[in-house]
């Protein structure tokens, strides 16, 4: 039966991801979107943040530039959350990261985190303030795409 279990490599695609960062507003919901639009059927997505926020209106702009939409959902918190199993924990920001470490201690769960920049941050006309989002889409939509990275675990070239 010992035969029958083989790990999984670093790049294999979890039963159920979360992605995490801020107030799930802005990057957490772009993951989740693009995640259900690449990742297998089946597989559990959700996000979340550690703080309350609100909707961000450039974020429906840029996924539907993707035939992507959130539909009516709302930001929540880690603590709003209806599951709290998940295979691998992806944070997005820095307070992010540092909460699901606290909250998975113990627990026999990847948090990993991917750096990703504020589109908040930018400053300017709405176009280079929608420039600044679909960075951050895109650079997740890669991400996810790749299909690497689900795993702390060295991977080889």
Known sequence: MADDIEAKPANATPG??????????????????????????????ASAGVRPGERDPFVDVVLAELGLDLGERQPQTLDELEDDYFDVIVTLA???????????RGNAV???????????????????????????????????GEGRGWSRAPTTM
């Open 94 to 104: 820095p307070e992010a990261h540092h909460r699901a470490l606290e909250l998975t």
């Open 16 to 45: 159920a991801v979360l992605f995490v960062c801020g107030m799930n507003a802005i990057r957490s919901p772009m993951a989740e979107a693009i995640a259900r639009s690449v990742l297998p059927q089946g597989t559990y997505i």
């Open 110 to 144: 990847e948090v990993i985190y991917w750096p990703t920049p504020d589109p908040t941050v930018a400053t300017g006309t709405r176009e280079r303030i929608l420039d600044a989002y679909r960075d951050v889409r895109d650079m997740l939509k890669q991400r996810i």
